[in-house]
């Protein structure tokens, strides 16, 4: 295992795209570090560059104290899972699993010991003499990561290694990466585009925009207080209502509604309001957000309502059994709103 450390971490493309700029991290040993943003924001970019599959621009990487901007990848001591599982098709999984082993000149035993005790963790004992065709996507997955474990490299990294799965099997795939992670302890890095997988994984997520680190932090921290509007708009499903208003002191206008600010703040800004921190009110009720209904979502334990407050898209979370009505009236809980900068969308206060 090993803390990995980046410092004024870039990267500049032919012509000047900047896909990486000036990133700076310090990722624990033994964390499980999750890098998330929207496709093009960097984040493959950045854990290739941790593997020396992309050359740095600028700045420093190290791993386990030793700086490896000019180390070859094989010489970093890092594993990869890749979303395409990169299984040899004419070799057997025990034979996928052994062969970077045995490009290492490792002793037979060795190479035994660490491919059963891989097949064991993983429970692909079954079909180690299978070839990757006769595996389902599940499986090809877990074989990929066992070619990581048999390494016992101080890191792993992750590129989006679910995305290949359908929904069932990724909310699967997710419990048993993490289970994993827990009990190897050792340093990954996970790079995802969906935030919930994000969420359920990281002891800390790093969100990017751009090339640029938007916000780190735990997830729930990320999920409480965003950095950004960007942030509050990709962290969190249903996705966080942002909309215009004007402050004064700590109550926020919307047109004729109000809602309390835990900040003073004056003038404009914008205001944000997780659908689920907020509930139907009696109709007419003085400040209230009227909510216009356009369409509804069933999710069985509770339907999210979509319409416009004041002409913005606008979303309510309700229990499934709740009334429904073409205008709904709507209050804030104590302490949900958010509040942001109306030029530049960074957090006040």
Same mark, same amino acid.
């Given at each position: 295992?090993?803390? =990995?450390?980046?410092?004024?971490?870039?990267?500049?493309?032919?012509?000047?795209?900047?896909?990486?700029?000036?990133?700076?991290?310090?990722?624990?040993?033994?964390e499980?570090?999750?890098?998330?943003?929207?496709?093009?924001?960097g984040k493959?970019t950045?854990?290739?560059?941790?593997?020396?599959?992309?050359?740095?621009? #600028?700045?420093?990487?190290?791993?386990?104290?030793r700086?490896?901007?000019?180390?070859?990848?094989?010489?970093? #001591?890092?594993?990869?899972?890749?979303?395409?599982?990169?299984?040899?098709?004419?070799?057997?999984?025990?034979?996928?699993?052994?062969?970077?082993l045995?490009?290492?000149?490792?002793?037979?035993?060795?190479?035994?010991?660490?491919?059963?005790?891989?097949?064991?963790?993983?429970?692909?004992?079954?079909f180690? #003499?299978?070839?990757?065709?006769?595996?389902?996507g599940?499986?090809?997955?877990?074989?990929?990561?066992?070619?990581?474990?048999?390494?016992?490299?101080?890191?792993?990294?992750?590129?989006e290694?679910?995305?290949?799965? #359908?929904?069932?099997?990724?909310?699967?795939?997710?419990?048993?990466?993490?289970?994993l992670q827990?009990r190897?302890?050792?340093?990954?890095?996970y790079?995802?585009?969906?935030?919930?997988?994000?969420?359920?994984?990281?002891?800390?997520?790093?969100?990017?925009?751009g090339g640029?680190?938007?916000?780190?932090?735990?997830?729930?921290?990320?999920?409480?207080?965003?950095?950004?509007?960007?942030?509050?708009?990709? =962290?969190?499903?249903?996705?966080?209502?942002?909309?215009?208003?004007?402050?004064?002191?700590?109550?926020?206008?919307?047109g004729?509604?109000?809602?309390?600010?835990?900040?003073?703040?004056?003038?404009?800004?914008?205001?944000?309001?997780?659908?689920?921190?907020?509930r139907?009110?009696?109709p007419?009720?003085?400040?209230?957000?009227?909510?216009k209904?356009?369409?509804?979502?069933?999710?069985?334990?509770?339907?999210?309502v979509?319409?416009?407050?004041?002409?913005?898209?606008?979303?309510?979370?309700m229990?499934?059994?709740?009334?429904?009505?073409?205008?709904?009236?709507?209050?804030?809980e104590?302490?949900?709103?958010?509040?942001?900068?109306a030029?530049?969308?960074?957090r006040?206060?």
């Open positions: 295992m090993a803390a =990995i450390t980046l410092k004024s971490v870039g990267k500049t493309y032919a012509g000047g795209v900047n896909a990486v700029r000036g990133i700076d991290l310090d990722i624990a040993d033994g499980f570090l999750v890098l998330v943003g929207p496709s093009g924001c493959s950045l854990l290739r560059m941790v593997a020396g599959l992309e050359t740095i621009t #600028d700045g420093e990487i190290a791993i386990g104290g700086v490896v901007n000019e180390v070859e990848p094989a010489e970093r #001591d890092i594993a990869m899972v890749f979303q395409n599982y990169a299984l040899y098709p004419h070799m057997s999984v025990r034979q996928n699993l052994a062969y970077g045995k490009n290492r000149k490792m002793a037979k035993e060795e190479i035994s010991r660490r491919v059963d005790e891989a097949a064991r963790i993983l429970e692909i004992g079954a180690l #003499d299978r070839k990757p065709k006769a595996l389902s599940g499986q090809r997955q877990r074989v990929a990561m066992g070619r990581a474990i048999v390494r016992e490299p101080s890191c792993f990294l992750f590129d290694p679910l995305s290949n799965l #359908d929904a069932k099997l990724r909310v699967q795939m997710r419990g048993e990466i993490k289970q827990a190897l302890g050792t340093t990954s890095i790079v995802t585009h969906d935030q919930l997988e994000a969420m359920t994984l990281a002891h800390r997520l790093v969100v990017l925009n640029k680190v938007e916000q780190v932090g735990t997830p729930l921290e990320v999920y409480r207080r965003p950095a950004s509007t960007f942030v509050a708009s990709f =962290i969190g499903s249903p996705a966080m209502n942002l909309m215009p208003a004007r402050a004064e002191g700590a109550v926020a206008h919307v004729a509604a109000r809602v309390q600010l835990e900040i003073p703040a004056e003038g404009a800004m914008t205001l944000g309001l997780r659908p689920e921190d907020l139907a009110v009696v007419g009720t003085e400040g209230a957000l009227h909510l209904t356009a369409y509804v979502e069933e999710l069985g334990a509770q339907r999210l979509h319409g416009t407050v004041e002409g913005t898209p606008f979303g309510c979370a229990p499934s059994d709740a009334a429904l009505a073409d205008e709904l009236y709507l209050a804030a104590p302490g949900a709103a958010h509040a942001f900068d030029q530049d969308g960074r006040l206060g």
